[in-house]
């Protein structure tokens, strides 16, 4: 089997990644930065997202697991200390693959440029750099609203617990096939009006944003990338076809997970 390291780039990191290579080499697997069978991401959930990024193209032949280095995570759920049974997991080959829906976006330009596509594992967000934002929201084809404020967020259900949640959106539980959109400080007055709520769509809907302003320009971030892009059409967003796998070695529920982050106290755990 082959594997690639990820880490945060810190001292305590990169010694837990010079570890774990060894381990992994002292039984027989081969290190392979190019074609990885199973990804480690060695830090915390910002430096999963970079590992992600970087093997997106090869999502179907590439599995990830997460050792954190900090606080612990949605992705990097693994303790240092249990490297070496991660390792001998690894190595025998018992774990599972658990697939989690991923955001599909793609921006199309008005001035004859090719569309540009990209995959999210936690979310997408758009904003007008020092301008209201003003965008009409398009339902499978149908216009929904004309949304005025700071700007929108789309979220995976496995990213419902980032960004998403501080703008008050649901939590998803990451086995449905849906993506989740999200309001920035909308304007609600006599004259305009949005829904106000997060709207949750399954995976046969799409959503796109129509700048109302012809040519406009836009900040563009899909999870931690910041992407300008200048003349946009349309902004389409979709469940993306692709999943992102998770090599799985024991249980650890979703909603356990949401617990431990979000309501138990250090004394809890």
């Known amino acids: 089997m082959k594997f690639a390291i990820q880490t ?7 010694t837990l990644m010079q570890q774990a290579k060894q381990y992994l080499l002292d039984f027989g697997l081969e290190f392979d930065e190019e074609e990885p069978e199973i990804v480690l ?4 959930d910002g430096t999963f997202l970079h590992a992600f990024h970087k093997y997106a193209h090869r999502l179907d032949r590439t599995a990830f697991v997460g050792i954190h280095t900090g606080h612990l995570g949605f992705y990097a759920d693994w303790k240092p200390s249990e490297i070496e049974k991660l390792v001998i997991s690894i190595a025998r ?11 599909n976006v793609k921006v199309n330009h008005g001035d004859n440029e090719e569309s540009t596509t990209y995959l999210a594992l936690n979310e997408s967000t758009i904003k007008s750099p020092g301008v209201t934002f003003v965008v009409d929201v398009n339902l499978n084809g149908r216009q929904f609203e004309r949304f005025r404020g700071d700007g929108l967020c789309m979220s995976t259900p496995s990213g419902s617990t980032a960004y998403s949640k501080a703008l008050n959106g ?3 539980h990451p086995s449905f096939e849906a993506m989740q959109l999200t309001e920035m400080a909308s304007i609600n007055n006599r004259v305009f009006r949005t829904v106000g709520s997060p709207l949750v769509l399954p995976a046969h809907h799409h959503c796109e944003l129509i700048p109302v302003q012809e040519g406009a320009g836009f900040v563009l971030t899909v999870d931690h990338l910041q992407l300008p892009h200048r003349a946009v ?10 999943k992102i796998r998770f090599a799985r070695f024991r249980q650890f529920p979703f909603w356990e997970r ?8 250090r004394t809890d755990k």
């Not at 059409?233 to 692709?242: F, G, Q």
């Not at 949401?258 to 106290?265: C, G, K, P, W, Y």
């Open 93 to 103: 080959h018992t774990y599972e693959i658990i697939e989690y829906p991923l955001l």
């Open 170 to 172: 649901a939590i998803i």
């Open 8 to 14: 945060r780039n810190d001292d305590y990191s990169n």
């Open 233 to 242: 059409a349309s902004i389409e967003y979709t469940v993306a076809k692709e």
């Open 258 to 265: 949401v617990h431990d982050s979000f309501i138990a106290s």
């Open 41 to 44: 991401s060695i830090g915390g």
